[in-house]
């Protein structure tokens, strides 16, 4: 007894259309059913019953095949059919079996949720909403030219191969405006959260009214967008958060975005090419004051990426994201761009095709190599002050960084300058806190490229120790360290004879300088018990002076001028002074062995 494929299949008459389907299935592996007559899906709601396919059926002819006793590859292509009645291939096991549908008019859903083929292709179909979350496409998924006008639901597939929805239509091109900046699924088109796509995934010449959403998506190859047009309408046009891409990422070529399109924790081995692309942060009323379209944020985006070509943007943010190389020439349009934290290996741009002033961020920019579309390579220090004074902050890391860039170039000269220019706006009340503090500690020494300015301002320390100290001695205020010493000197306004004599310039040089000794420091200091007085006409200065000998008016002035000084350095003043000048020979040192060394610099 020969079975029956139409009775299996279904219990009522099959019509016209579906016994030709059945005839071949049933005779060939490979089974391409056509039919004639205008191919234009999207007004297939016109073709007449010859033509006309129930959904149920098409389900049901899935699970003949799969129930049949032939388990090799079998390949189904249905096109110009009109689909009518929900289509239900959800949770069908059927890895052999390739499902072809082009030029197709579904008047309902098509649910292939949970199901595992081996590939399908919908091209040139018109799918009102299509259900395939956790589905398993072991080759390619293909949705070439396909028109839908609700939501495509993936989230969770799997596709072996590449993911092609070239020159698709998907979404209301007239959807409501989104009430809440909160509301993360106003207007959503595609849902395409924690996919994996082998190959690659292109959405060419792609129109979305809607949101696009692929968040912890994994792709294999290349995301391919050029001459797509997204339309987030008060959503994020393109949602890319936690997306990993193993190839590069495409915006280029006459790209479109209006809504912010949004590049979050993401990892792209090959960088992203933006050049010519075209991005709008809205093209309804949003909720945000925020003026950045396109966000590449928290990202490592390996390899070269291009914002080149008439890159056009109402805004850029590049922040705390690291990339291989960013170059920029050519942008026309760049109210913005938000550079805080990123880091690059190389950082190319356009001289003077920048920002307006004030919107440029560059706090905490970190980069190897920084260059222009200057065809000398040699970076113009002039134009880069100017780049440099678009940045709002208070930070002088963006100088520091570009000081530090040039000297590794060889370019001392012009790295000095940019770091004169960074005091400068310290002198002006422009930075604050720490920074400040270390810009206007490290600008006497050239910020590390004059450290024998230190040499001069322990000198000039020497210096006034050496006169602070020879009033403090003959004023009878230094005294010996050794008890007997200090005893005679108390008695008899001098040290013993055996004693080491005072000298001041020494005293000074020797506490000026670190891990010098010259045996002054050693045998002197500031007395310790000032109250106890010296015996009456035995100290140094009675002995080298009379403050009381007649003289000119200058003479008489100089000595009033020393007799205040005198009174002013008290022992526990010079002790205070001692330890200031102490601290401030290390800190010279230091900063003069750092600046030799290349440690300020760097």
Known sequence: MTLDPARTISPIPINQAERLILEQVTAQNEADCYFGGSHDAVHGQTWTAERQVRGDFLSKLCLWIFGSASLQSRIVTIRGARITGPSDLSELNLPMLTLKLKDCRFDWHLDISSSHLSAIELNGCWVPWLDGQGAVIDKNFSMEKMTSSRALVLDGMSIGGDWDCDSSVIGDQHPSNCDSEQDNQCNVILYGQDMQVGGTLYLTQTNFSGGVHLTGTKIGGDLDCSQGEFHGYGNKSLNLEKITVGGQILFSDGFESYGPLWINNAFVKNGIDASGGFFRNSELPLKTSNIYALWIENSNIQGESKFDDDFDSTGLSLRNSEFGSVQMLGAVNFPGLDLRGAKARKFTDSKGKWPPQGTLHLNGFIYEEIEDDDTTGRISVADRLKWLGLYPGESPQPYMQLAKVLRERGEDEDATVILKEMQAKVVQGRMNGLDKFQGELLAPFGYGYHPENAIIFL????????????????????????????????????????????????????????????????????????????????????????????????????????????????????????????????????????????????
């Open 459 to 602: 000198l000039c320390t020497t210096g006034l120790g050496w006169i602070i100290y020879r009033r403090s001695f003959l004023a009878g205020k230094m005294t010996p360290t050794e008890a007997d010493a200090y005893r005679h000197f108390r008695e008899r306004g001098e040290a013993p004879p055996h004693y080491v004599k005072f000298s001041s310039l020494i005293y000074s040089l020797e506490n000026t300088f670190p891990l010098v000794t010259l045996g002054q420091a050693s045998k002197w200091q500031p007395d310790p018990n000032p109250a106890d007085n010296i015996v009456e006409g035995r100290s140094p200065k009675t002995k080298e002076s009379s403050e009381d000998a007649p003289g000119s008016p200058i003479v008489t002035i100089y000595r009033k001028v020393l007799q205040s000084i005198d009174s002013y350095l008290t022992p526990p003043r010079l002790h205070v002074f001692l330890w200031i000048q102490i601290l401030v020979g290390w800190l010279l040192a230091t900063l003069f062995v750092a600046g030799v060394t290349g440690i300020v610099r760097h």
